[in-house]
């Protein structure tokens, strides 16, 4: 099932990118209008590496069970196509078996750096996970929190509860005006 969009653009009407190279997503107005997430401004993290007691229910779950906390990170990042709990388990797996699960999630760090036009910073995604893997997985969770997402309810609940059709992205984090 294809959707045709106003410029004759065909796109599979799942909502998910059809490549990598050129990413359009739906409006926030669910309108034929699209943009190109690429083409935006990069913009800082809205907290701190090192700001994980903002939220302290979250610091201390990620400190004991960060698998919980990716796996929801993941379903987010995913925008639902995993679930918490597979995301989650898969994490605790790799942590099990290779003990680096950092080689994991710094993928969806970049992910989500790249879906939201986040700063690479303080630096490289993988080393920044490798160093302060508990850190990292706090900023994020703190960073799709911030940008109106209720991390313990998963991506289709947040969908409902924003009102908007399945593959629509959440309105995106109103901070600093930029151009």
Known sequence: MYSSKA?????P????????????????????????????AKVAWSTGLCNCCD??????VTCCCPCITFG???EIVDRGS?????????????????GCPWFYSCFYR?????????????C????LHFCCEHCALCQEYRELKRRGFDMTIGWQANVERQGQGVGTVPPPLQGEMSR
């Open 7 to 11: 410029d004759g653009y065909e796109t």
């Open 110 to 122: 970049s992910r989500m750096r790249s879906q939201y036009s986040l700063k690479k910073s303080p």
């Open 13 to 40: 009407a799942s909502g998910f990118p059809v490549s990598s190279a050129n990413q359009f997503y739906p409006s926030v107005g669910g309108g034929a209008a699209a943009f190109n997430v690429q083409s935006q």
């Open 72 to 74: 929801r990170i993941a």
């Open 82 to 98: 995993s679930s918490c709990g597979t995301s989650g388990a898969l994490y605790a797996l790799i942590c099990f078996v290779t």
């Open 124 to 127: 490289n995604d993988c080393l």
């Open 55 to 60: 939220d302290k229910s979250n610091c201390c």
